[in-house]
């Protein structure tokens, strides 16, 4: 497992968690330490993402192991840290039966506004996510990018310290998608810790400070999003025209370490200015067009997908 | 950002479960009519009392006539079909709508949720037994006068016990019927069946000699029981029967509850 420290007190605290579902181990050894105001949980289908926010929740109970949340015990303060965070669930719908303003209120009185006191939150958070006149209309008959907000609102109607969101993009088309992820980037400047559980790793990317990565029921990585994306060190692209196999031979011959290549794109290792110079003199006599050269940088879909593989390649 | 609600009081997360279910059912034209029909048998029996009242000072004549049996069994048809209308729905519709993990993510345990839709059918049934109930023992009491003090109270404590016991029972069926499908109509048939099965069943079985074994018959002797025939075996075995009706109906609750409040 790679780790790197975080600077900030850690609000979700994970150790050597064991938990099984139907007999089968789902969290095995868990252990993470998140202190980042956003972190993003990502892994493959069935890597137990589902099940870990089962357990941050205490509704699932572990085999073994212990877990903390905003530094609460779990399973012991397991009402409290449901009380303190709003959750917004992939696969739940709305509360069913009447308006959406009726279901956003009802899921502030479960957790413990009075009735009152939570229409009138519910009329705040609609509002702010700028649900119109349709919240007096049944929530059956909501369009996939209403139902995303009516269930946001249902997360923030009692003010929650800790928003956890599951795939809260899913079904949503572009500009709906990026309004969304502006207001949970507002929610998390506001001061909330947000859990973003999500297949979209752009979205983590831009939302994240911090990642964890599970893989089959593991943490293959646990730490900053930033180490991940930095720019390689040492390692530059190139690209441009002419940029062939024997454009990397040549190189090659020169001393220089080539990583890899495509049709338009090779990255090299640069240890200094000697390797520059080579590149620019292998560049001339070959006759490349090179159109841009710079260090190399990785999406946060990239390291996630190395990481994954190098995982697989363990097991 | 404001500062996170406290955890709120179980009792808090079971008067908001039993309310919303409420304004739920009230919503609905066929409960309203249902609730409306239950307030008919009290006011034909005020009015019996009454004429009754009025004819024996008028004519003398001695009406030898308990109408407080009667109108309890006719206020069981209109009782029963409401406790229907409103338990049958109530866990089946969130199970189609998957929202049970929702009340999970929320500071609410198993029982709560099973309590909570339990009493949404458990309270209007016991109060529309009761109440009018009451109405007509004050009635007796104080102005058709064929009750003592000591009657009243008898009285009262054996319609507090037919209206909690059968409350209780028919929340039992109806929450215990829903829980077991996602379909509210399947859960009106299944709960239906319970009312006439096992009845039918024990009387075929025993050529016509069985005791009750339905939650609507059972309702029915224990009545005869209290205000009739007297406390014997039968009228016992009802009240057992009963209870079971609704603490099986609690049991599959909260295993469902238990079983689908997960992520």
Known sequence: MLSAPAA?????????????????????????RLAGRAVGLVGANGAGKSTLIGALLGVLR????????????????????????????????????????????????????????????????????????????????????MRQRCKLAMSLVHDPELLILD???????????????DLIRQLRDEGRHVLLSTHVLRDAEGLCDELLLLDAGTV???????????????????????????????????????????????????????????????????????????????????????????????? | MAGAERKPSSLHVLRAITARELRLAWRRRLLKLLFLAS????????????????????????????PMLRFLQFQAGPVTLL??????????????EDVLFLYATRPVVPWHYALGKLAAVALPAAALMLLPGLLI?????????????????????????????????YAGLTVGASSGVKRARWAMLLAIAFLVFPDMVA??????????????????????????????????????????????GAWVSVQRAQREMIP
């Open chain 1, 8 to 32: 900030a007190a850690p609000w979700i605290e994970i150790e050597n968690l064991h938990l099984d579902r139907g007999g089968r181990p789902v969290l095995v050894d868990l252990s993470a």
């Open chain 1, 62 to 145: 572990a085999r073994s192991g212990r877990a903390s949340v905003l530094g609460l015990p779990l399973p012991a303060a397991a009402r409290e840290v449901r009380a303190r965070a709003g959750v917004m669930a992939e696969q739940a719908g709305i509360f069913p039966g009447g308006s959406g303003v009726d279901a956003v209120a009802f899921a502030g009185m479960m957790s413990g506004l009075a009735r009152r006191e939570a229409l009138r939150r519910a009329h705040r958070a609609l509002d702010a996510l700028e649900v119109g006149e349709e919240r007096y209309r049944p929530a059956k008959g909501y369009s996939t990018g």
């Open chain 1, 167 to 181: 795939e809260p993009t899913v079904g949503l088309d572009p500009p709906g998608r990026a309004q969304l992820l």
């Open chain 1, 220 to 315: 293959s990585y646990a730490g900053p999003v930033a180490a991940l994306t930095q720019p390689s060190a040492g390692r530059l692209v190139a690209c441009g025209d002419g940029l062939d196999e024997g454009f990397a031979g040549a190189l090659a011959a020169a001393g220089v370490a080539v990583i890899s290549r495509d049709e338009e794109h090779l990255v090299f290792s640069s240890r200094g200015d000697a390797d520059l110079t080579a590149f620019w003199r292998v560049a001339a006599e070959r006759g490349a067009a090179v159109r841009r050269l710079g260090a190399e940088l990785t999406t946060l879909e990239d390291a996630v997908v190395d990481l994954m593989e190098a995982g697989h390649g363990r097991r």
């Open chain 2, 39 to 66: 307030v008919l048998p009290p006011v034909i029996f005020i009015t019996v009392i009454l004429v009754r009242l009025f004819v024996e000072r008028s004519f003398g004549a001695d009406l030898d006539w308990d």
């Open chain 2, 83 to 96: 406790a229907l209308g409103i338990g049958t729905p109530c866990v089946a519709r969130d199970r189609a």
């Open chain 2, 137 to 169: 023992a004050v009635l007796r009491l104080t102005v058709t006068q064929d009750l003592g003090a000591a009657g009243a109270g008898l009285l009262l404590l054996k319609m507090i016990l037919v209206s909690l016991v059968m409350g209780w029972a």
């Open chain 2, 203 to 248: 009387q075929l079985v025993t050529f016509g000699r069985a005791w009750p074994m339905g939650p609507g018959s059972a309702v029915n002797r224990l009545m005869e029981s209290l205000f009739d025939l007297g406390l014997d075996g039968q009228g016992l075995w009802c009240l057992a029967l009963l209870m079971l009706y609704g603490a099986g």
